[in-house]
């Protein structure tokens, strides 16, 4: 069974940085696709970055140049580091695991909050 945790997150003044982690148990890590997604108030959940198993990675187009995803597979974790934040960067920030088959599942994570200040 997959669980996730995340953490790091925060307050921070816009132009700041902060790096978000999540924790992963279960086996098989190193063969998921690991995303983040964040969600604004009642706005709906966007897919900021991704890293497939192999380091292959993908970003939103509003972080693109300022947010870095990279994973540990000896540590069953991803990292979410984001620079440059900006007040629109505010969110829960929710990292995501899918399985590949034959054992295929998607899992969320509590999420964690992002508050970027003006």
């Known amino acids: 069974q997959v669980q996730l945790v995340e953490s790091g997150g925060g307050l921070v003044p816009a132009g700041g940085s902060l790096r978000l982690s999540c924790a992963a148990s279960g086996s098989g890590f190193a063969l998921w696709t690991m995303e983040w997604y964040r969600q604004a108030s009642e706005n709906q959940r966007e897919?900021?970055?991704?890293?497939?198993?192999?380091?292959?990675?993908d970003y939103a187009a509003s972080v693109k140049g300022r947010f870095s995803v990279s994973r540990d597979n000896a540590k069953k974790a991803v990292y979410l580091q984001m620079s440059s934040l900006k007040p629109e960067d505010t969110g829960v920030y929710y990292c995501?695991?899918?399985?590949?088959?034959?054992?295929?599942?998607?899992?969320w994570g509590q999420g964690t909050q992002v508050t970027v200040s003006s």
């Open positions: 995501v695991a899918r399985t590949p088959w034959p054992n295929r599942s998607d899992a």
């Open positions: 897919l900021v970055a991704s890293i497939s198993g192999v380091g292959t990675t």
